[in-house]
């Protein structure tokens, strides 16, 4: 990479850090299919893909139609508190089961189950497209060029690093997760930061 590139892409793997690393739903379910040892490194591939997708059509210009189009932003709002709402319920019960190792198998899919899974949390959260499409596009304006690409790059690479860390290091955390309880406490908090996030993108809307 050329030297002069290296501080446009700093900017955007900051950024892109900055954005990811935080408690969500994507962030939970890749988690707990971590600690499973379910489906990781493709389930993690997909959300990388689906940013770097998301960042490279914010980077090309088309976050502003983003902006423009309350009514999309709208139906996907919608559509994300319902899912999450869903998702809530069976987090939470799973979490009134007590055995740790049956919460484990009930928690393992299909592949085809978790890829739908992992698919609906990345699409049908409307902050995805408020963050890569609408912010890190946004602030790509700052740059022309090759830099402003070397941005969208460093923006991606967070997302790698960033899913692939936490799918594979939560299995740093088994050995915590063979007391049952340890689990339930795992998936009280996730049924909790779902309905969170659901009621929180249905307050928008209000």
């Avoid at 987090?91 to 919460?103: G, N």
């Avoid at 609906?120 to 602030?139: I, K, R, W």
């Avoid at 790698?160 to 309880?181: E, H, T």
Wanted: contains cysteine; charged residues 10%.
């Amino acid at each position: 990479m050329d030297v002069s590139l290296i501080p446009a892409f700093a900017a955007g793997l900051f950024l892109g850090a900055s954005l990811i690393i935080a408690i969500g739903a994507q962030n939970a379910f890749i988690l707990r299919q971590g600690l499973i040892g379910s489906h990781v490194f493709v389930l993690c591939l997909i959300c990388a893909l689906s940013d770097a997708l998301l960042i490279v059509t914010g980077v090309a210009g088309l976050g502003t139609l983003i902006k423009q189009s309350p009514a999309l932003i709208t139906v996907v709002t919608v559509a994300g508190a319902a899912f999450l709402y869903g998702y809530a319920f069976l987090a939470l019960r799973r979490a009134l089961k007590p055995e740790a190792m049956q919460a484990a198998r009930e928690g393992k899919r299909d592949l085809r189950a978790a890829v739908l899974a992992c698919l609906a949390f990345t699409f049908l959260n409307p902050h995805v497209y408020l963050d890569t499409v609408v912010l890190v596009g946004s602030l790509s304006a700052a740059y022309e060029g090759a830099a402003r690409w070397a941005y969208a790059v460093g923006a991606m690479l967070a997302s790698f690093i960033w899913f692939y860390s936490l799918g594979y290091g939560a299995r740093l955390l088994q050995p915590l997760f063979a007391n049952p309880m340890a689990w339930r406490v795992l998936d009280s908090i996730i049924a909790l930061v779902m309905a969170a996030l659901a009621s929180g993108l249905l307050a928008r809307l209000l």
